[in-house]
């Protein structure tokens, strides 16, 4: 059973597993198929990633303009601070993000459709990071925003070490720079 909670942009979800605890251990399912469908969330993923990240790594703002991506995420080990942008053109809600912190304590997933710039901050000393994607990745077609883009003003938390950011995320052009036409049909 899992508790689906819509955030403040339509279709982008929290949600959280029922957990089996005891003295050995625990038991959580992490997805099923009829409970996700029922609430609107595509349930064939075709490519499962993962990433292990150290204190202060902020990847993202990312997407894809072909072979667009839903992603599924949680946080296996850790904590981090997940954001996802509307990119969708005529969207009411272009332009805006939704951030959430995931920890592995309380094993919350997080809902990202297709249509969105995403990216996290490792706000623990590290973090393993996975997700179930609705496509696959195809580098010809991948695209960015910087973090820290004024136009989008994302409140990343305050950290008491550096960002660690990638050389190619701080070369892409600003959100008001785009255009995200590839984005309208997930509109």
């Known amino acids: 059973?899992?508790?689906?909670?819509?955030?403040?942009?339509?279709?982008?979800?929290?949600?959280?597993?029922?957990?089996?605890?005891?003295?050995?251990?625990?038991?959580?399912?992490?997805?099923?198929?009829?409970?996700?469908?029922?609430?609107?969330?595509?349930?064939?993923?075709?490519?499962?990633?993962?990433?292990?990240?150290?204190?202060?790594?902020?990847?993202?703002?990312?997407?894809?303009?072909?072979?667009?991506?839903?992603?599924?995420?949680?946080?296996?080990?850790?904590?981090?601070?997940?954001?996802?942008?509307?990119?969708?053109?005529?969207?009411?809600?272009?332009?805006?993000?939704?951030?959430?912190?995931?920890?592995s304590e309380k094993k919350q997933m997080f809902w990202i459709p297709a249509g969105f710039a995403h990216g996290f901050l490792v706000l623990s000393d590290s973090a393993t990071f996975t997700y179930k994607c609705t496509d696959v990745y195809d580098p010809t077609s991948e695209g960015g925003i910087p973090w820290n883009d004024p136009d989008l003003a994302v409140e990343w938390p305050k950290l008491d070490c550096e960002y660690k950011t990638s050389e190619k995320d701080g070369k892409h052009p600003g959100f008001k720079e785009q255009s995200f036409d590839w984005a309208e049909k997930w509109r």
């Open 1 to 103: 059973m899992f508790k689906f909670e819509e955030q403040a942009i339509k279709g982008v979800f929290v949600i959280t597993p029922q957990v089996f605890g005891d003295s050995r251990g625990y038991f959580a399912e992490t997805f099923k198929a009829p409970d996700f469908e029922a609430v609107g969330i595509p349930t064939v993923f075709v490519q499962d990633n993962e990433s292990c990240s150290s204190k202060g790594v902020l990847r993202g703002l990312h997407f894809q303009k072909e072979h667009t991506q839903g992603k599924l995420v949680r946080v296996t080990s850790g904590c981090v601070y997940d954001v996802a942008v509307d990119v969708r053109p005529g969207s009411p809600t272009y332009g805006q993000y939704v951030g959430v912190t995931l920890d």
